[in-house]
């Protein structure tokens, strides 16, 4: 049964970082992808990009280029979102999902979220 | 930028059925653009509902179905029932590698 499990909830300064961890288990970790969505308050869905670990791959939308890192550790199975610069706008609830991509893309399974809260 | 738009509202009935479209600022939906479905409900991650325009996620009811309509992708609810009553946001590929939700729409079953 696949399982994301992300890393528990931040509360950060603006101009500060935060590293979101995403741990993946029971399936192929290095056969998918894995994207991060956010969800501001009150917000919609805003996918920010993904790393591909089957070629390590990345593509971040242009919203987030410049400020957003995603990385994984094959062997730890665990992939990680970094923020960069973190405004007040940055609060959100952080969701790692697993990517299928191919002739049926998609995002299949859903870690539990981490709510990121940034604030002086 | 090309925006992906969707109703922000919409209303059913009990029992009815409903239709939640997913179109372009400019442009067409078409099956290459590969739309997918999710539904949330508060404090929830989101729930993979349709991907490849009609293909149903595991048990996923079959009331939710996914077309093409006109230049739109489709999500119809059969038989819409109370626990329908979330937010549903739909995902078109724009290129190879990056997708793009929609804003959102938010049902209300009454």
């Known amino acids: ?120 | 930028q090309t925006v992906v738009t969707q109703e922000p509202s919409f209303s059913v009935s009990p029992g009815g059925t409903v239709t939640l479209t997913c179109g372009l600022s400019s442009g067409s939906v078409s099956t290459n653009y590969y739309p997918s479905w999710y539904q949330v409900t508060p404090g929830q991650p989101p729930r993979t509902l349709i991907y490849n325009t009609n293909i149903r996620s595991s048990g996923v009811p079959n009331r939710f179905s996914g077309s093409i309509l006109g230049n739109k992708a489709a999500l119809t609810i059969a038989g819409a029932q109370a626990e329908d009553e979330c937010d549903y946001y739909c995902v078109l590929y724009m290129h190879p590698a990056i997708a793009v939700f929609g804003g959102g729409t938010k049902l209300t079953v009454l």
């Open chain 1, 1 to 120: 049964q696949v399982h994301l499990v992300q890393s528990g909830a931040e509360v950060k300064k603006p101009g500060a970082s935060v590293k979101v961890s995403c741990k993946a288990s029971g399936y192929n970790f290095n056969n998918f992808g894995i994207t991060w969505v956010r969800q501001a308050p009150g917000q919609g869905l805003q996918w920010m990009g993904w790393i591909n670990l089957y070629n390590g791959n990345k593509d971040y939308t242009q919203k987030f280029r410049g400020r957003v890192t995603m990385t994984a550790d094959t062997s730890a199975t665990t992939a990680y979102m970094e923020l960069e610069s973190l405004r007040s706008d940055d609060t959100a609830v952080y969701y790692c999902a697993r990517d299928v991509r191919g002739d049926d893309p998609r995002f299949d399974n859903w870690g539990q979220g981490t709510l990121v809260t940034v604030s002086s």
